[in-house]
């Protein structure tokens, strides 16, 4: 009995699924079946016109233009020795977009740290602290990077574009005055982990490349980076364990 | 290109059709396309909106226009649709919006130097300032709350600094009103240019309106809140300085004109092949719009349609950087302030005018513009790019709190 008490106080009044609106579903089920539908076809037809569109819609956008004359000679050169150069600086280019927006997304977590404090085995200030600090840090070598390859680091790539949309979800959680702050580390989750694999892919580029000194910082940030998602990976289970 | 308002006769209403898949084409590039395309998009879907918005305020109180106004509103709303639909979907609305700011400052930046009437280059000044500091808010919350840098959409066209700060842009209804210019004295292009600046900024504030709430943070919602204020001020301050003694029909045939100046100033300007097909598109349009307007107007009014759409069409919009003037306007006039219909400087503003007490009350609990911008600088690539990382600790807790306190709700 004090297990059904407390379940019952735990629960609040979700009214989204038939369960709470048991007459008024059954009159909904029951009106698709006098009210068949006048379309023929079934969802396919979502994907005919995904195809027509793509067909005349473009792309995204493209690798902006290296930053200096002296720079897209210096391109040219390495373009035809290395493998797709461009998609290196394109995926630099998320990065460092990526990297800056966690900056914003830790100030966040902080905020609802500051607001809401943490739980046990939950994150302390210190550690999102450095996670923030990490992120930063992070941010500024791979503008450095970036620029020691005649890239921009002010510019949009498309790979940072795609992963801006991506990642706008958690944005969209983390600086919601509603959330709390295990729902935030959710979306930090999400972030981390994307940033792991990303983070990999940037060190094998950077290793394809012939950039050894490249290949070291982003497999120290790599490092770093696995380190904040396995810290974000125990705080979710500590909490799951509350 | 010479167009002729009342010789050129477009395309004929019958022959202004579209499909579904048209009205949903392929968009412009956000990281491609020039600024002023998206300045120019989102410009025309304000003309576009206006012309609906009159339409439908014009047929509830005429009778015997309802048909042909709905005849040609249908085709605005399509046009409308296309125009918008060129918005590409990973242009976030924050993005848009900063492309919203950028489209009134640039815009009545051009406006305002070829004003000829020297109240109306004043009033439109004003606003330049006002429409210039949002911009540099707007760019402060996407920095601080997301990590991005707004140069992206200004692509470096204008300047992200502060205008005439938001907090005092807050007036009272009573200075918010201007003096119309005179329907029987005044150039075709001023009544051109306050129709232009009056459905930009109405366009802006619907925007507001409606994507405001959609916005997460706390400070974006109440950013969007107080600019959206603002932009209301604006349509307020800008419908006003039309004369309200044109005919119901005159006002359309200037709508009307109002709308293919603007696309004959867009076609003068754009480089996108597609996106200037669709203006050079509409402009056959609406001077069908015109010639269709102008035959109504002489044979209901018994009036000549030349007498309201007089002189060759003035030159177009210029869509380019005017930084350097709205610098000059930026040094002279920040402080400037609004009496009555009169534009005076902040000292000649009383401690208990209307609009300061106004903005008194309403900045009583903070002010959402001054909070995202405290001591905001942009810079290029974003804020962070100038803190060390010495100093990127985060600062400290607004208010106390324990590691391991009860947040786990």
């Keep these: ?242 | 290109m010479a167009i002729d308002l009342l010789k050129d006769k477009g395309i004929a209403l019958e022959m202004q059709r579209f499909t579904w898949k048209e009205l949903a084409p392929p968009t412009y590039s956000k990281l491609d396309d020039d600024a002023f395309t998206r300045v120019r998009v989102i410009l025309m879907n304000g003309i576009e909106s206006e012309a609906l918005r009159f339409s439908h305020g014009c047929a509830r109180m005429n009778r015997d226009l309802q048909l042909a106004l709905a005849r040609i509103r249908r085709i605005e709303q399509h046009q409308q649709t296309l125009i918008n639909w060129l918005n590409p979907a990973d242009q976030t609305p924050l993005e848009t919006t900063i492309g919203f700011e950028q489209t009134a400052i640039e815009v009545t930046a051009s406006v305002a130097q070829s004003e000829p009437d020297p109240y109306l280059a004043q009033v439109y000044r004003l606003g330049l300032l006002e429409d210039f500091d949002h911009l540099y808010r707007y760019s402060a919350l996407m920095d601080r709350v997301e990590g991005k840098d707004a140069n992206v959409l200004v692509q470096s066209y204008s300047d992200i600094v502060p205008g005439r700060p938001t907090l005092v842009q807050h007036r009272a209804p009573e200075d918010d009103l201007r003096m119309a210019y005179d329907r029987k004295t005044a150039a075709l292009i001023s009544k051109l240019h306050a129709t232009t600046i009056m459905a930009g900024e109405h366009q802006t504030h619907d925007y507001y309106m409606n994507i405001g709430p959609t916005y997460p943070d706390a400070l974006g919602r109440q950013l969007y809140a107080e600019i959206a204020s603002i932009e209301e001020q604006h349509v307020t301050q800008y419908e006003s300085i039309i004369d309200p003694d044109e005919t119901w029909l005159e006002k359309w045939l200037i709508h009307e004109a109002t709308e293919v100046y603007n696309y004959y100033s867009c076609v003068e300007y754009e480089k996108n092949p597609k996106v200037k097909a669709v203006w050079e598109r509409f402009l056959e349009y609406e001077l069908g719009h015109v010639r269709f307007v102008a035959d109504l107007f002489e044979s209901v009014e018994r009036r000549d349609a030349a007498e309201v759409l007089n002189g060759k069409l003035p030159d177009p919009i210029r869509y380019e950087s005017h930084r350097a003037y709205v610098r000059e306007v930026l040094r002279k006039e920040v402080d400037f302030r609004a009496r009555g219909t009169e534009i005076i400087t902040a000292e000649e503003e009383g401690p208990d005018s209307p609009s300061v007490l106004y903005r008194e009350q309403l900045n009583s609990e903070g002010s959402p513009t001054e909070r995202v911008a405290a001591g905001y600088v942009w810079s290029p690539g974003g804020e962070l790019t100038t803190r060390s990382n010495g100093n990127s600790k985060a600062r400290p807790p607004a208010k106390k709190s324990t590691s391991h306190a009860t947040g786990a709700r």
């Design chain 1, 1 to 242: 009995m004090a297990q059904l008490e407390n379940v019952k106080k735990a629960v609040g009044q979700n009214r989204t699924g038939i369960a709470t609106a048991k007459k008024l579903s059954a009159e909904m089920i029951e009106g698709t079946q006098e009210f068949a539908p006048t379309s023929a076809g079934d969802e396919r037809e979502v994907a005919a016109v995904r195809a027509e569109a793509s067909s005349e819609a473009g792309r995204i956008g493209s690798i902006p233009p290296p930053a200096s004359v002296k720079q897209a000679v210096s391109t040219a050169a390495k373009a035809i020795q290395r493998e797709k150069p461009t998609l290196f600086l394109d995926k630099l280019g998320a990065r460092i977009g990526f990297e800056r927006s966690g900056t914003r997304l830790y100030e966040a977590l902080l905020s609802k740290f500051d607001i809401h404090g943490s739980f046990t085995g939950g994150p302390s200030r210190e550690e999102l602290e450095q996670i923030h600090h990490d992120e930063l840090e992070h941010f500024h070598m791979l503008t450095e990077a970036m620029v020691s390859l005649g890239g921009d680091p002010t510019a949009l790539t498309p790979a940072g574009n795609v992963q801006a949309v991506l990642s706008q979800g958690a944005f969209n959680i983390v600086t919601d005055p509603r959330t709390t702050l295990p729902e935030c580390l959710e979306a930090a989750l999400t972030a981390e982990l994307v940033d792991n694999d990303s983070w990999e892919a940037l060190v094998d580029m950077a290793s394809i490349a012939g950039e050894d000194e490249l290949m070291t910082r982003f497999g120290n940030a790599l490092a770093q980076e696995q380190e904040h998602l396995m810290k974000v990976r125990a705080w979710l289970a500590a909490h799951r364990a509350l």
